[in-house]
């Protein structure tokens, strides 16, 4: 009887897959000056959006807060999850092994002078979330079957027919979704396994990656066939508790090594700003922090919007200013992380492969707290299973906007296979095809957000000019 030889399996996966991302790597980071076009593409357009808005982020943090804080709901909003859940379930999707993992990954390739450059790039993230989860709200619909639902897929198509441009509104919807679709499998998918086993694996060693992977698959196959209601709800208990621990534990790094703190900042500012490895080297690190930053809070991606779509609300500019707030815990998380990182040494190990983000981590921590790289190995689990479960609707939206509803079944087995793979390819094969996903989404995004813009910001003036003048009066 022949046996099957899972060993040698998994490894020509792992070649095939490795020499299949190199070529189509190379051929989408095509670089002009030393900066790859689609993350200036990204940078600039951020940049054009936030001045078009005027930096709403800045004017409209506190009443951002209110809202987060439920000044303003109303118990009558028809929608599948609060706002606060809403936001949870867009947070359970950026929070966790993008700002662990994808800190790591940036100093590895970017120099620690990454994380300086990871600063902006949030603020700014902060005016294109607000613009892209108004928009999702804007343009939502209510199916057949009482739900709502929306995102970049209802607004570049509605919105950009609405203008006149038809055509180039759904040629736009339709290669977002494809790209959210590959990116569900990618970024968020085999990626998220990928870099938690690499710490999980740091203190549990005796797992191999394949009964991990199975274990996940288990775990998200579960709660995916529960919808976006479900989601929610495990995303609302999720998210804080996961955050707080970690956090927790990188404040007490800071906290036991606070003695090496300035001196941490002083460096990594000198190094986002020194020429000392050339031009080159300066905007490599600051490539690497806009990549990186954009992993972790999903800037101009607009898979955030999808969730925010599905919120209970009646007046869209709330929606946007709620969802503005997603990029500054994230930035938070990221730059303790950095710190943590920095104030440890640990990233000065130069047999640490530079995309084994989670290892990294995982050894600043043991190096300050011996123990902590337990609950870390955990938290890492539970971040990538909450990740993956967030973005497993969005896939889901997406494949069934191309596809039809019938049809998720397959979606749902490819996204399982997926996570099954991820911790048994090599991590630089894993982040190479999580960066070509995750990114080529931005491609018709920002294009759309371009042409879109111009309604939400007359809007939105008319709306602060109203929340200035009548206060109180303004809450319906």
């Not at 005016?127 to 709502?148: P, S």
């Not at 919105?159 to 441009?165: D, S, W």
């Not at 569900?184 to 191999?208: D, H, K």
């Not at 000019?465 to 009548?470: F, G």
Request: one cysteine or more; a neutral charge.
């Amino acid at each position: 009887m022949l046996q099957l030889d899972w060993s040698a399996l998994f490894l020509e996966i792992d070649r095939n897959f490795q020499i299949s991302i190199d070529g189509l790597y190379d051929l989408f980071f095509i670089k002009i000056f030393g900066c790859p076009l689609i993350v200036a593409w990204l940078l600039v357009g951020a940049i054009i959006l936030s001045l078009r808005l005027n930096f709403i982020n800045f004017r409209g943090f506190f009443h951002a807060i209110e809202i987060a804080r439920g000044k303003y709901d109303d118990p009558d909003d028809r929608g599948e999850v609060t706002s606060l859940q809403a936001l949870a379930t867009a947070l359970s999707a950026t929070v966790g092994v993008g700002n662990i993992a994808g800190v790591a990954i940036a100093i590895g390739l970017g120099g620690i002078g990454s994380i300086f450059w990871m600063i902006p790039t949030g603020l700014l993230a902060t005016n294109v979330k607000f613009l892209e989860c108004t928009l999702a709200q804007k343009y939502r619909i209510l199916g057949a079957d009482g739900h709502f639902s929306g995102g970049p897929t209802q607004y570049l198509s509605q919105g950009l027919a609405k203008q006149g441009r038809k055509r180039l509104g759904q040629f736009c919807a339709i290669l977002f979704a494809v790209c959210c679709i590959f990116a569900s499998w990618g970024s968020s998918g085999i990626f998220q396994v990928n870099q938690s086993y690499s710490a999980f694996s740091r203190v549990f060693a005796f797992i191999p990656p394949w009964s991990y992977g199975l274990f996940l698959v288990v775990c998200v196959g579960t709660v995916i066939l529960g919808g976006i209601e479900r989601i929610g709800k495990v995303a609302e208990f999720l998210v804080p508790l996961m955050s707080g621990i970690y956090l927790l534990g990188t404040f007490s790094i800071l906290v036991l090594k606070w003695h090496f703190l300035l001196a941490a900042i002083v460096e990594i500012v000198s190094s986002a700003l020194t020429l000392k490895a050339g031009l080159g080297g300066l905007i490599g690190g600051i490539v690497q922090g806009v990549q990186r930053s954009s992993f972790a809070n999903e800037m101009g991606v607009g898979s955030s919007a999808i969730a925010h779509a599905a919120s209970k609300q009646h007046v869209p500019l709330r929606e946007g200013f709620l969802a503005s707030l997603e990029p500054l815990i994230i930035g938070l998380i990221s730059l303790m992380t950095g710190l943590a990182i920095v104030v440890t040494g640990a990233y000065r190990d130069s047999d640490l492969v530079s995309t084994q983000g989670g290892r990294l981590t995982a050894m600043a921590f043991e190096s300050a707290l011996p123990w902590f790289p337990y609950i870390l190995a955990v938290s890492m689990f539970l971040f990538a299973f909450s990740t993956a479960i967030s973005w497993g609707y969005y896939g889901e939206s997406c494949w069934a906007y191309l596809f039809g509803s019938k049809t998720t079944k397959i979606y749902k087995i490819i996204l399982l296979l997926f996570l099954f793979l991820g911790p048994i390819i090599n991590s630089e094969s894993v982040v190479k095809f999580g960066d070509i996903t995750l990114l080529a989404m931005t491609v018709p995004h920002i294009l759309g957000l371009y042409l879109l813009c111009g309604e939400v910001k007359q809007e939105t003036d008319e709306y602060m000019n109203r929340l200035e003048s009548e206060s109180e009066a303004m809450v319906n």
